[in-house]
């Protein structure tokens, strides 16, 4: 896929990436990065996600898999969140239809409901969940329980590292990668964009991480 605003610089996140990795004796840890995008009664009408292995070699996440979905909403459910995220119930149509033909036609809920939730807990498994605002938003908006996974939290993480600071999402990665997610190629409020930018946060982070020793 590429993000549903016609950007393709994620496009090489959703390819996977297995070859040439190697594990030595320990068997590899999965992350899953997740974003969803929510109509104006909180409900997910799009639904991204990234598996990924850390490759010790060149100390990057490489993607294993890859998940998308989009579901119906009614004009009336877009009012105040379209002009956020941009998808009108129209393009929501198309995108799905796109879904279905990649997916080789197979058929997928049109609302998201306890059906698809199962599916998704199934692909996370037992990865690492991680996300920015995942705590507070994604995960109370797909599960109607607590999810099993360790659970790591980029907000979260942002605000501990620069206190009294912007730390919404675009406003951490201008700040790690000196450009905004749009001059990266990386549509904001594009679930799968998101994901994307979350994965690099990540990963950045760890980064400066290991070499500070903290």
Same mark, same amino acid.
């Given at each position: %896929?590429?993000?549903?605003?016609?950007?393709?610089?994620?496009?090489?996140? =959703?390819?996977?990436?297995?070859? +040439? &990795?190697? !594990? *030595?004796? #320990? /068997?590899?840890?999965? %992350?899953?990065?997740?974003? &969803?995008?929510?109509?104006?009664?909180?409900? /997910?009408?799009? @639904?991204?996600?990234?598996?990924?292995?850390?490759?010790?070699?060149?100390?990057?996440?490489?993607?294993?898999?890859? !998940?998308?979905?989009?579901?119906?909403?009614?004009?009336?459910? =877009?009012?105040?969140?379209?002009? &956020?995220? +941009?998808?009108?119930?129209?393009?929501?149509?198309? #995108?799905?239809?796109?879904?279905?033909?990649?997916?080789?036609?197979?058929?997928?809920? *049109?609302?998201?409901?306890?059906?698809?939730?199962?599916?998704?807990?199934?692909?996370?498994?037992?990865?690492?969940?991680?996300?920015?605002?995942?705590?507070?938003?994604?995960? /109370?908006? #797909?599960?109607?329980?607590?999810?099993?996974?360790? @659970? &790591?939290?980029?907000?979260?993480?942002?605000?501990?590292?620069?206190?009294?600071?912007?730390?919404?999402?675009?406003? @951490?990665? *201008?700040? #790690? %990668?000196?450009?905004?997610?749009?001059?990266?190629?990386?549509?904001?409020?594009?679930?799968?964009?998101?994901? @994307?930018?979350?994965?690099?946060?990540?990963?950045?982070?760890?980064?400066?991480?290991?070499?500070?020793?903290?």
């Amino acid at each position: %896929f590429k993000t549903y605003n016609n950007q393709g610089s994620g496009d090489m996140f =959703l390819r996977p990436q297995r070859k +040439g &990795i190697s !594990y *030595k004796s #320990l /068997p590899p840890r999965e %992350f899953t990065t997740l974003d &969803i995008e929510t109509d104006d009664k909180g409900n /997910p009408i799009t @639904v991204s996600a990234l598996k990924q292995v850390f490759n010790r070699n060149t100390g990057q996440f490489e993607t294993v898999d890859n !998940y998308q979905r989009f579901y119906h909403a009614k004009n009336a459910d =877009l009012k105040e969140s379209s002009q &956020i995220h +941009g998808l009108t119930s129209a393009k929501l149509k198309r #995108l799905r239809s796109q879904q279905a033909q990649y997916n080789n036609n197979r058929g997928y809920s *049109k609302v998201y409901n306890a059906f698809e939730a199962e599916k998704l807990k199934h692909f996370l498994g037992n990865s690492i969940v991680k996300g920015h605002n995942v705590v507070d938003f994604d995960l /109370p908006h #797909l599960f109607k329980s607590p999810i099993n996974n360790q @659970v &790591i939290d980029t907000l979260t993480a942002s605000r501990n590292q620069w206190k009294n600071k912007k730390n919404d999402l675009d406003s @951490v990665f *201008k700040r #790690l %990668f000196g450009k905004t997610m749009e001059q990266a190629g990386l549509s904001h409020h594009d679930s799968m964009s998101d994901v @994307v930018a979350t994965s690099l946060i990540m990963q950045r982070m760890a980064l400066l991480k290991s070499k500070t020793g903290d």
